[in-house]
């Protein structure tokens, strides 16, 4: 039996929603699907405002064109992340600042933020690693006295809550990814939140080409004309009719979705009492959307023989990041602040197990298999 690593789940309702779609004859962005989707995610995520975006990076790109982003500005994040959480900044001529993260969670380490403030400093932009929230008080706190934005890099973290709020209502901006490795999907896909309201406007208006077009349409001025910078970020119908049956299941995705998080976490903690491996650690004040199920070996060469081992008896599991500080753009043109010994630490031990909905029925043979390759 062959274990992939990613299955992407699907409703069933997709290809019915996009038929509507086809049948309304409106197959550009910003249709019917598009606003159910965006008025979704502000019931759910309670935020200022949605728009959807053709993935996450294209809604981290906007945030770094809303914050006024200049060559020589600095904004800080994590090391341990995805390339697109710097790419965005780096598009605009900054600096990304580079601080450790935390042992315990694998966010971004907020005692360690202060420390890499200086005047250049623009942004903090905390990724929820997991869907497990980020310290977010004490970086609001931050920010609030030293003048800074918060973007929250919530790619992963739909549906799931710090201190009971949802991340992604937390920063001054915030971005989801619809990607087919995430919970809920659109093949390619994303949203950029925004709660700050004198950002709003501007928002909608680089998302279209740097066009009134949306002000023009709501009767607000009588011409529609080229008023900032900007590009396409917008999907298009098909791509929000796709997302839209995800969003009407996302509570059920996410409920069984936890129960596989559950049933391995269960399962491994005699091998943690072992101290074979240790489990993802999930503070008291966070809930999270079991988006990944991680486990840390040793050291790379006890996890190079676990992938090894498991791959011989077709289960398909993976590692991430390459620490953003080492590589050959974040040596050319970041900056790290301080040493990064958690973010390398974790980057060589950490493993990620196949977590999908439909795995269910073939979980226990995967940990049998698991369990068998570790002793
Ligand atoms: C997936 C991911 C992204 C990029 O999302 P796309 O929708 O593929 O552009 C950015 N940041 C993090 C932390 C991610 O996990």
């Not at 962005?29 to 200022?48: H, L, M, P, Q, Y």
């Not at 995430?182 to 680089?206: Q, Y």
């Not at 997302?243 to 491994?268: G, H, S, V």
Request: hydrophobic residues 40%; glycine residues 6%; proline residues 4%.
């Amino acid at each position: 039996m062959k274990i992939p690593f990613n299955k992407p789940y699907m409703t069933g309702k997709e290809l019915w929603f996009i038929s509507q779609a086809h049948a309304n004859g409106h197959l550009a962005g910003d249709g019917d699907f598009t606003s159910k989707c965006n008025a979704w995610i502000e019931n759910r995520v309670g935020c200022e405002k949605a728009l959807l975006t053709h993935s996450c990076t294209a809604a981290l790109e906007m945030t770094a064109i809303l914050a006024d982003i200049q060559p020589g500005d600095e904004v800080i994040m994590p090391s341990y992340t995805f390339v697109s959480t710097a790419n965005a900044f780096l598009l605009r001529g900054a600096i990304p600042v580079f601080v450790d993260i935390r042992a315990d969670t694998l966010n971004i380490d907020e005692n360690k933020i202060e420390d890499a403030i200086t005047s250049k400093t623009k942004a903090i932009v905390p990724v929820h690693y997991a869907g497990v929230g980020c310290e977010m008080d004490v970086i609001m706190e931050i920010a609030q006295r030293h003048n800074l934005l918060v973007i929250e890099d919530a790619a992963q973290g739909i549906m799931s809550n710090y201190k009971g709020r949802p991340l992604g209502s937390i920063g001054h901006m915030a971005t989801l990814s619809f990607h087919e490795t995430k919970n809920i999907i659109s093949g390619e896909g994303g949203a950029l939140l925004v709660n700050a309201p004198e950002l709003v406007e501007r928002a909608e208006i680089v998302r279209e080409k740097g066009t009134n077009r949306r002000q023009f349409f709501r009767g607000q001025v009588d011409k529609y004309s080229w008023v900032d910078i900007g590009s396409s970020f917008l999907p298009g119908e098909i791509i929000s009719a796709f997302l839209w049956a995800q969003m009407e299941e996302a509570e059920e995705i996410t409920k069984r979705r936890l129960n596989i998080w559950n049933t391995y976490f269960q399962w491994f903690e005699a091998c943690e009492n072992l101290q074979q491996i240790r489990r993802p650690i999930v503070p008291a004040n966070c809930s999270h959307n079991a988006h990944m199920f991680y486990l840390l070996l040793p050291d790379i060469k006890a996890r190079t023989e676990f992938i090894t081992n498991l791959k011989q008896r077709d289960i398909h599991a993976v590692f991430h990041y390459v620490p953003l500080d080492s590589s050959p753009m974040g040596r050319r043109f970041g900056r790290k602040n301080g040493d990064m010994s958690n973010t390398d630490n974790i980057a060589n031990r950490l493993v990620r197990l196949p977590l999908w909905v439909g795995i269910e029925e073939h979980q226990a043979y995967v940990v049998q298999q698991i369990l068998a390759s570790l002793n």
